[in-house]
């Protein structure tokens, strides 16, 4: 008989802990807070400005690869604020259906550098360039231009 108590007295034991962590989940948080508070999402050189940037681009040049791909390269320098948003890179190729961007975020721009990329061309041949970078504070809310534009011959 004691066997038994003490097989019951086991399983009682293994329970016991069973029922104790049942109990606690049902438990409800204590209210928070009511107060509002403002999240601000930092970039990777502290916080997001309100001010637009502006970029001076200058030295741009693009060039054949292949007869429907072109690299462009092009020089930008910060005169107003500093990369802490979204980039977008855009080439036209005037009188023609050809365009090419390079969207950046701000960790892949320094306060003065070289952009450079690859497009493939969907009609070539293409004559002339026009490179201009604009910003945003969320792609979802849209570009605005914040460089001057600069062109030239695709060579």
Request: hydrophobic share 35%; glycine share 8%.
């Amino acid at each position: 008989m004691s066997v038994f108590i003490s097989g019951r007295a086991a399983v009682g034991l293994l329970l016991f802990p069973l029922a104790v962590l049942f109990t606690a989940c049902d438990q409800r948080p204590a209210a928070t807070d009511p107060t509002p508070v403002q999240i601000v999402q930092p970039g990777p050189t502290g916080p997001v400005s309100t001010e637009p940037g502006e970029i001076e681009l200058s030295d741009p040049q693009v060039t054949f690869t292949e007869p429907n791909q072109v690299r462009f390269e092009v020089r930008y320098r910060f005169t107003k604020g500093k990369p802490d948003k979204y980039y977008m890179c855009e080439v036209s190729f005037p009188g023609t259906m050809n365009h090419g961007a390079k969207p950046m975020e701000s960790w892949e721009l320094k306060s003065e550098g070289v952009i450079k990329d690859g497009i493939t061309l969907s009609k070539p041949p293409v004559q002339t360039f026009e490179i201009r970078v604009s910003e945003a504070d969320s792609p979802q809310k849209g570009y605005k231009t914040i460089s001057n534009v600069v062109s030239g011959p695709v060579k």
